[in-house]
Nanobody
């Protein structure tokens, strides 16, 4: 079993930046693919960005391409999401999630963090 702990959320103005961190502990194969989802009340949860433990296989939602960058430090078992040029639509609860592969992660990630709130205001 993998435990995920997020940090780095907060409130920023439009155009600002934040960096989210997700520290993982537990069974490495279960966290081969890690990344971030976000959700707002009344809306479906959507996958934002993900990455394999070798740094490959990166995924980005179309709305964040060119603005967000996901990276991974395996020595620290931590995944980062650098978010630049933030927009009001990026507001939401961001959850770190892990899975054995990209398909497991995006369809039915088996491990989730508690979430960290990101609020972008004009």
């Amino acid at each position: 079993q993998v435990q995920l702990v997020e940090s780095g959320g907060g409130s920023v103005q439009t155009g600002g930046s934040l960096r989210l961190s997700c520290a993982a502990s537990g069974h490495p194969p279960s966290s081969a693919y890690m990344g971030w989802f976000r959700q707002n009340p009344g809306k479906e949860r959507e996958a934002v960005a993900g990455i394999y433990n070798d740094g490959g296989g990166t995924y980005y939602h179309d709305s964040v391409k060119g603005r967000f960058t996901i990276s991974r430090d395996n020595a620290k078992n931590t995944v980062y999401l650098q978010m630049n040029s933030l927009k009001a639509d990026d507001t939401g609860m961001y959850y770190c999630a892990a899975g054995e592969s990209f398909m497991y992660w995006i369809r039915q990630a088996n491990e989730w963090g508690q979430g960290t709130q990101v609020t972008v205001s004009s």
